[in-house]
């Protein structure tokens, strides 16, 4: 579904490349989380990826399209993205319109855009909030709208740049939830750039940043148990990885999911 080759983007009037010749290739239908500190490259990867900078060499390939400036367009039919700050994500004046906005510009007939609106707001669980105004919604309604309006446009690709961040804890649990429903179906190639080890371990795949580089690749229970890594991406294991450890220390077998680590500990 994506290919990148070579990539490498520098921002203007720096001396380091933000993303320093990055080679990936991502399957169609998997879920994807990209990790890394601040400064790592991750969120200037996502903003590559839907076209939004210009890269200073390297190539991607969405879906059999090269990005480049004439295809903008198309490239942006097949990919899209839910942004950090839900305020920031609303156009229109209530639920309903702002799902239907991007609907409209593709100048859908309107009985297919009503129909569209209601079946994307019962996907995310806001039938119910279709006429209320962006700001009488909860931080995690906002992100279940963000991620309606991403899916009634169909894109191949949806990332997630750090969707979870701004949320409390019931919030980030709603949206994980919907995440994870959208994935079971297999039918979009989901990106997550994510801090969230909680969120990290739901991935099919993790891909590592450090300044700028691809540093490891693998499954989360690979990636998030080596220790190196978890060091030089300065990021955290999650808890359950954590226990998982210490019950390994006291000859207890190491599992990195919750139904069985209960299961270990309760024999």
Known sequence: ?????????????????????????????????????????????SKLLVGLYKSTSGSIEIDGTIISKKNLKLIRKKIGIVFQNP???????????????????????????????????????????????????????KQRVAIASALALDPKIIIFDEVTSMLDPKGKREVLELIQDVQRNKEKTLISITHDMDEAILADIILVFAKGKLIASGKPQDILSNKKIVNIAKIDA???????????????KPTYKKEELIGEICK
């Open 1 to 45: 579904m994506i290919t990148i080759k070579d990539l490498k983007f520098k921002y203007s009037g720096t001396d380091f490349f933000a993303i320093d010749d990055v080679s990936i290739e991502i399957p169609s239908g998997k879920y994807i989380a990209i990790l890394g500190h601040n400064g790592s490259g991750k969120s200037t990867l």
């Open 87 to 141: 305020d920031n994500q609303f156009i229109g004046a209530s639920v309903e319109d702002d799902i239907a906005f991007g609907l409209e510009n593709k100048r859908l007939p309107r009985e297919e855009m009503r129909k569209l609106v209601k079946q994307f707001a019962e996907k995310v669980g806001m039938s119910e909030h279709l006429n209320k105004e962006p700001q009488n919604l909860s931080g995690g309604q």
């Open 238 to 252: 999650p808890f359950i990885y954590k226990v998982s450890e210490a019950l390994k220390n006291k000859g207890i």
